[in-house]
């Protein structure tokens, strides 16, 4: 049995509603990391069944697995779905105060935007993709100068990925 199996198993015995959410929004991401569209989308809006009744961090974390599902499925106006998806998640982040150890990374600077332009390249968007890396990586550099880590290589794999399919691109 997988961890993200235990984990929700254990978190559906709590008969804690934002537990059981956020358990499924991480087997949601595990289908993600697999590039299985499909399991994305069915365990992230079983998370979201009575929306209304989870925290906004549950909501925002769900809504964001949902737009992934939709991004690897291209199913009909995959992009609009997508942003329709984040705009609705980028609306809650403000309102996070939950006493919850977990799912913090939704309050990170840009969390929202990292996510669509993840969604972005997996519709095959990078040159749209690297606008919205090259907006946001210059607070995120800060961030990362503060916190003393590494820093992010994705938006320099996708200005690679530009030249190659853009002969025009710099």
């Known amino acids: 049995m997988h961890w993200h ?3 929700l198993e254990r978190a559906h015995r709590s008969n804690d509603r934002q537990l059981v959410a956020f358990a499924l929004h991480n087997k949601a991401m595990l289908h993600a990391d697999l590039l299985d569209g499909h399991g994305v ?3 992230a809006r079983a998370a979201l069944q ?3 009744a989870l925290a906004p961090k549950v909501r925002v974390l769900a809504l964001q697995q949902t737009a992934h599902g939709i991004s690897l499925t291209e199913d009909g106006d995959a992009r609009d779905e997508c942003n329709r998806l984040l705009d609705q998640a980028a609306a809650l982040v403000d309102q996070i105060d939950d006493a919850y150890p977990w799912g ?3 309050l990170t600077p840009h969390y929202i935007d990292v996510q669509r332009a ?3 390249v997996r519709l095959g968007q990078a040159a749209d993709a690297l606008t919205q890396w090259e907006r ?3 607070s995120l550099r800060a961030a990362v100068r503060v916190a003393g880590c590494g820093g992010c290589s994705w938006p320099g794999r996708l200005r ?3 030249s190659i399919t853009s002969p025009s691109a710099p």
């Open 5 to 7: 199996d235990v984990r």
């Open 41 to 43: 989308l069915e365990l």
């Open 50 to 52: 009575e929306a209304s």
């Open 104 to 106: 913090g990374a939704c």
């Open 118 to 120: 993840t969604c972005l």
């Open 136 to 138: 946001i990586m210059p």
């Open 160 to 162: 690679r990925t530009r």
